[in-house]
């Protein structure tokens, strides 16, 4: 079994930053694109970013200049660091990841975190 855990959302002004973690646990043989995404009230979930094995990194107009995504492979963990937030960040962000756990066939497939919430106030 895998399992992500997000931590690091909370209340913020806007402005200010916020660091997300997502740590991945379990039978994990290797790990392969890591990403953000999140969803606001009565909206569809949106990619937010994404970094490959490699530290290949995209990221959503709405948040460039403004959000990095990175990872640490020797933890399975991703982080994604939120500056200059403001109102329209709020939002429950999710992490997922794609994730092999078994070296012997191909069980490649998509994990979801529980999410954690951003909220930013005016």
């Known amino acids: 079994q895998v399992q992500l855990v997000e931590s690091g959302g909370g209340l913020v002004q806007a402005g200010e930053s916020l660091r997300l973690s997502c740590a991945a646990s379990g039978s994990i043989v290797s790990i392969r694109l890591m990403a953000w995404y999140r969803q606001s009230a009565g909206k569809l979930r949106e990619l937010v970013a994404t970094?490959?094995?490699?530290?290949?990194?995209d990221y959503a107009d709405s948040v460039k200049g403004r959000f990095t995504i990175s990872r640490d492979n020797a933890k399975n963990t991703a982080y994604l660091l939120m500056n200059t937030l403001k109102p329209d960040d709020t939002a429950v962000y999710y992490c997922n990841s794609i994730i092999r756990t078994s070296a012997l066939f191909d069980t490649t497939r998509s994990y979801w975190g529980q999410g954690t919430q951003v909220t930013v106030s005016s």
């Open positions: 970094i490959t094995t490699e530290g290949t990194t």
